[in-house]
């Protein structure tokens, strides 16, 4: 067992992210100014270019040998080398002439990296049940899956966590301890131990057997890197054989600035799915305006990867009866920027979530009213944010791979989904597929049918929003069995589903990520999205959105409008808005 601490370079000054906007918007693509050869740069790149920046940090792809190259052609200092790139500080100046080098095709600004927080959330997704185990079901604890925690550290004091960190790494140069709390206030929701006290055994992680890596990658005011994210990604896939590393839980994020497929973090994360290892990725904290408006287009980044497995925040309202969830109104909404990818995948309890709380950190200290039981390394305090939805994600993908340890990231996902609970009221803008449902997910992992099951003494349809005929391990294709097939990032359920890239979902869905030029996407029966150049979008009526008549217009951003949603007008405005 490894308990070393890997120092990296000298962690810099950061300031922490805030929206800068109320409203978010998007257009179809970059529309930045290219010469004869000109690299795809970041939105934050281009106003560096424009304002004339003397100091930028900005990620490069390539082998040492290509950046020490390209460091030596244009004089460039290396802030910090990466297993995928280097980091290099440049101004605008010698910005511009990378972005001309034939050998560079895109370009990324090292970002801040932000965590993302604004009953027990267990029993809400039928994880007791998977616990304790059934006539059909095994009690499972996750034990023997390992998730790495790319955070704000683990406080390895609290009691909840004791001997489930088996390494630590601090890519920000300190000692991995949460002087934050809020890393280890998510490593106790994956697989937090029970309380040691009365009053705070019922709080106890999704995963309790699972064992746990500390990556830290914020510093102590809760934000960081996005280069030191990358690093941390990149040190799970290099050790995922030592440790079994089957999960990444990343509860943070930043503002979506360029497609996926030229983000250094999306990068990141396909690397780690390509590789075996679940990427769950909060969708993020920006689905609503100050004054209540809704905001769609707003899921962070890497949450906007179709690799990730992106998750929206339930607020529960303080039961485990599913009748009175609804969506959390600060959970992300999508689809993502640029690309317009229907997120997030799924959803799960996100607000007022108890878990560990590091005494002696900011979070604790700065909001002392959020203590809800115990003292010392027995305290316990509520956040809520998709961070905490993420982590319950994490910690049920670790059931799932204690019982089928062979299932792969995409496979994962899938069973997640079609057990879902599909909310009507919230979209699959809101919600993806639904609230998880862990009960329904292990049964069809085991082969078995699922259908209807009972949580808190409510009846609860699993795979609402999936046709009827899909109800068994049998008829998911992707998960290994004949007529299988997964290509890329493509899967196939049986003969009905395709979920991909471009993805035909039974007999009255066509649904794809908009890259194919011109491609018309019919969505139901109701619904037609345009052409993805995007010069005329209309989204129909719809009860997946609410009854919302929309109409969005061009994709330069001069003219964005969404109808209603439940009576309240919504108005996506110009580029000017912000």
Known sequence: MNNGVQHSQPRHSLVGWVAAAGFLFFAAGPAFAAGPHSARISADLADHLQNNSQTIRVIVHGDKAEMDALAARYNLTIARPL?????????AGQLGALRQDESVDHLSGDIRIQSSFDASAAESIGA???????????PLTGRGVTVAVIDSGIDTRHNALRRRVIATMDFTGGDGMDRYGHGTHVAAIVAGQAGQTADTREFRGIASGAYLLNLRVLGDDGSGTASDVIEAIDWSIEHRAEYNIKVINMSIGTPVLQPYRDDPLCEAVERAVKA??????AAGNNGSTRDGKLVYGSISSPANSPHALTVGAIDTHGTAARSDDTLAAFSSKGPTKYVLIIKPDVAAPGRHIASAESTDSYLSKTYPARHVSGTGRDSYFQLSGT??????VSGAVALLLEEQPRLKPGNAKAVLQVTSS??????MLG???????????VQLAQG???????????????GGFFSASVTSMRQIASLGRR?????????????????????LWGDTILWGDTTLRGTSIVWGTSIVWGTSDGDSIVWGTSQLLRGASIVWGTSDGDSIVWGTSDGDSIVWGTADTF
């Open 431 to 441: 919600a993806g597929a639904g609230m998880i449902n862990v009960v329904a997910a």
């Open 387 to 392: 961070s905490m939805s993420a982590a319950v």
């Open 128 to 138: 007791d049940q998977v616990w304790a185990g059934t006539d059909d079901l095994p």
């Open 483 to 503: 007529h299988s097939r997964v290509r890329s990032n493509q899967i196939i359920w049986s003969d009905q589903i395709i979920w991909g890239d471009t993805i």
């Open 422 to 427: 599909f909310m009507l009221s919230a979209g």
């Open 83 to 91: 297993k995928s790139g280097a980091v290099f500080l440049v101004n």
């Open 276 to 281: 075996g290892i679940a990427v769950v990725v």
């Open 448 to 462: 078995n049918e699922f259908g209807t099951t009972s949580i808190a003494g409510e009846d609860v349809v699993a």
